[in-house]
């Protein structure tokens, strides 16, 4: 079993050698360097890759309707899919003009700071943004919070979806009287080359990973389904229950909790720079009395 040290003597927060899951797959070279930064031993496993739709039909239908005025309202969820959409509609027609105008005209949400910095960039006025940490329910209470100033009975509202649908999300605006229309952009897959996830199921497993550091709820799921294929989803399971492990945020947390499984800490804001420092600042003693209550 890895060590785990008595003391972190430094005022600097570490992890002090403990071996650290990274699942992260766009900024896992990043995320792996800051935990090497922070005194850890990186384990990276990219656990999921993004792929456009084959057909992006909703996108285009979508967009259409924007440009005749048949969308009252437009709430996206991610940065990455809004530059998709943006990218599909470009594509398909040759120009991205008439879409980024039509877009200009209609009220728009955003859920976080990454469609934010998207739509600064299209010069895209915002209506409204969830405020931290970004979930449907902020997104949902925000625009409860608004209600004056816009009720949602009987609204056309578009919901840029990032990979897997939000039933929370949707029916908490059906319920409030709007009229919802799912657009998919993008999905998320499993990577290419399983070999680094199907490495970190082994040690896990083996007892030979101290923490797990969860950026996407995806990236948990994918990490179960790798296991199962391998026949150690239990096992995978039992290993993180003996582990420190670190959820990004709500949406991550109500999936580990999912699957019967609660997290060791929470990201104060979930931004990765947040989630490794705090992980490197509490992971030894965590892990020190998780193993104390086992003995």
């Known amino acids: 079993m890895p060590r785990v040290p008595d003391r972190d003597t430094s005022s600097r927060p570490s992890f002090a050698g403990l071996r650290v899951l990274v699942a992260?797959?766009?900024?896992?070279?990043?995320?792996?360097?800051?935990?090497?930064?922070?005194?850890g031993d990186p384990l990276s496993a990219p656990a999921m890759r993004e792929v456009p739709l084959e057909s992006n039909t909703e996108a285009i239908v979508f967009a259409e309707a924007l440009e005749r005025g048949d969308v009252d309202l437009v709430v996206l969820l991610t940065g990455v899919g809004t530059r998709a959409l943006v990218a599909v509609v470009e594509a398909v027609r040759?120009?991205?003009?008439?879409?980024?105008?039509?877009?200009?005209?209609?009220?728009?949400?955003?859920?976080?700071?990454?469609?934010v910095a998207v739509l600064r960039e299209l010069d895209v006025p915002i209506w409204m943004t969830a405020p931290e940490p970004n979930t449907w329910r902020e997104l949902l209470a925000a625009?409860?919070?608004?209600?004056?100033e816009l009720s949602l009975e009987g609204l056309r509202v578009a919901v840029q979806e990032y990979g897997v649908?939000?039933?929370?999300?949707?029916?908490?605006?059906?319920?409030?009287?709007?009229?919802?229309?799912?657009?998919?952009?993008?999905q998320w897959a499993l990577p290419e080359d399983l070999e680094p996830l199907r490495a970190a199921v082994r040690a896990?497993?083996?007892?030979?990973?101290?923490v797990a550091l969860f950026t996407t709820a995806t990236q948990f799921v994918h990490l179960l389904?790798?296991?199962?294929?391998?026949?150690?989803?239990?096992?995978?399971?039992?290993?993180?229950?003996?582990?420190v492990v670190a959820s990004i945020g709500p949406t991550t947390t109500e999936e580990l909790r999912r699957h019967g499984l609660a997290p060791d800490l929470e990201s104060s804001h979930p931004k990765?720079?947040?989630?490794?420092?705090?992980?490197?600042?509490?992971s030894s003693g965590l892990l020190r009395d998780k193993r104390a209550q086992d003995a």
């Not at 992260?24 to 005194?39: D, H, I, K, N, W």
């Open 94 to 115: 040759g120009s991205r003009d008439g879409f980024v105008a039509a877009l200009r005209r209609t009220r728009v949400v955003a859920r976080g700071p990454k469609p």
């Open 165 to 186: 649908a939000n039933p929370e999300l949707l029916a908490g605006l059906e319920s409030r009287g709007a009229h919802v229309t799912r657009v998919p952009v993008y």
């Open 24 to 39: 992260e797959s766009r900024r896992a070279r990043e995320m792996a360097s800051l935990v090497t930064s922070y005194g």
């Open 225 to 243: 389904q790798v296991a199962e294929e391998a026949g150690a989803r239990d096992g995978v399971l039992d290993g993180l229950r003996r582990m």
């Open 204 to 210: 896990v497993v083996a007892g030979e990973v101290d």
């Open 143 to 148: 625009l409860d919070a608004r209600r004056g």
């Open 272 to 282: 990765m720079g947040f989630l490794v420092r705090e992980a490197a600042e509490r």
